[in-house]
């Protein structure tokens, strides 16, 4: 059976910055991806994404994004980037490996792959990230809905729903986004330049301007110190995301293209009855309702708490020492779930661990 130093489970952005930080301590970590690519979710996200963050401010440690430093890269150009990294991290990257499930033997961490090999490892850490499973809420009457569901993780453009509904206007049907976040807006709104969309949100819609005072918002954030304040450990919940307007979208929806209004109170079939008593006939839902962290592979080992979530203190595990966490959404701060800021958060996890593991 092998045996590594430091096994990262996960390879996008969180697991590379991770193994960057990991080779800076002198260790050799193994990357556990389970996709075909070291990027993570980012090949799956939707055609029209782009980062939120400009160019300057959404790099990995060592190696700048490159081009235009106040541009806001596509999903494209973020998933080069993540295998370029890859390409130049002097780290054992390895695709095609999930992670089944880990369990302790004898003091060290045993890894199961889903190809039924074996590994152990001193130390672990789970980099699989906030977005690898779809979160899908309990809505009054969604299970009994006879048209088309699907999550914002399935959704790529607004082609492939055409079709899917009677509407003169294209054929893409009547159609309403339930979330009130930065996808579920920028998805109404791609969708609404085609057929008739409600944005419909369980909470209110909150815009912040993309540059305020003529510089980007996350310079303010920087600048202020903001983006790195460390509440995390502060917060049950996660704060209601603000939605990142470049000066589209809260038009948008002030132009009733999407039209806002509270989730519907009931379904049957596939009529759909408003807050205000109104009914209609509703082709697509598509659930634009974020995503949980995918870590059940750690179940076996007692990690979780009740509802599938780390039990962890700014990274590090308080069940099992040698476990540590990077990439969860509000780890430490506002930036720890993204390009911006998960470099700094896994140089903080991996010293950490480190010394945890030289003091053994």
Known sequence: ?????????GGGQSGLATAHALRKQGLAPVILEASGQPAGSWPRYYDSLALFSPAARSSLPGLPFGGDP???PHRDEVVSYLLRYAERLDADVRTGMRVQEVRMSDGAFVLTLETGERMTARGIVAASGTFGRPHRPALPGLDDFTGTVLHAAEYCGPEPLAGLGGSPAGGWGRVVVVGAGNSAVQIAAELATHTRVTLAARHPVRFARQRPLGRDLHWWLQRTGLDTLPVGRFLRTPPTQLVIDDGRYRAAVAAGAPDLRPVFSAIDGTKATWTDGAIEEIDTIV?????RPDLGYLRPLGALDCDGQ????EGLSTTHPGL??????WQRSLSSNSLRGVGRDAARVVRRLVAHLDAR
């Open 70 to 72: 106040d541009r806001y």
């Open 287 to 291: 659930l634009a309702t974020g995503y």
């Open 1 to 9: 059976m092998e045996h590594v130093d430091v096994a990262v489970i």
């Open 310 to 313: 780390p039990r962890h203190r």
């Open 324 to 329: 540590a966490y990077v990439g969860l959404e």
